[in-house]
């Protein structure tokens, strides 16, 4: 049908995510190819018209619709594509914050590890020795 449409969509679910939304309309049937027009009116009861399509025909309808079928495979590919560039980027993201974490906390551990060992053989006085008194 013709006329406007309105489309709504809601975080409410989760506001703290951001969100991709990919919508593909397909609003009524498309034109006829060129040459067969007669061929896609729908013929009214009664009315008997004989239309016979050469091969030549029949295999452009054929190619036609096999092409907006590998349209429509291609929009679906490409839209998992970007899912999963996304789903990609989103764990390369968090596998980086973790290793920065983890080098952060093996250097913390190694200058403990200093410190600790040099307390070891450093000299003390008597009254570090024991705490002060």
């Keep these: 049908k013709t006329g406007e449409y309105i489309a709504c ?6 506001t703290f995510s951001h969100k991709l ?18 061929a896609q009116e ?3 009861q009664g009315e008997e ?11 452009a309808r054929e190619i036609h619709e096999n092409l907006n079928a590998v349209i429509d495979y291609q929009t679906h590919h490409r839209l998992r594509e970007t899912q999963s560039r996304h789903r990609a980027e989103d764990l390369n993201e968090r596998i980086m914050i973790w290793s920065i974490f983890v080098t952060v906390a093996i250097f913390m551990v ?3 590890q200093v410190f600790v060992l ?6 003390k006085r008597p009254s ?3 705490g002060a008194h």
Excluded: C, R, W
């Design 110 to 112: 190694g200058l403990g």
């Design 9 to 14: 969509f809601s975080n409410e679910f989760s």
């Design 21 to 38: 939304v990919y919508i593909d309309f397909q609003v009524g049937d498309e034109d006829p190819l060129p040459g067969l027009e007669a």
């Design 49 to 59: 018209i004989h239309f016979a399509l050469t091969d030549m025909e029949s295999s």
């Design 118 to 123: 040099k307390s070891f053989f450093s000299e």
């Design 42 to 44: 729908p013929l009214t």
């Design 128 to 130: 570090q020795m024991y």
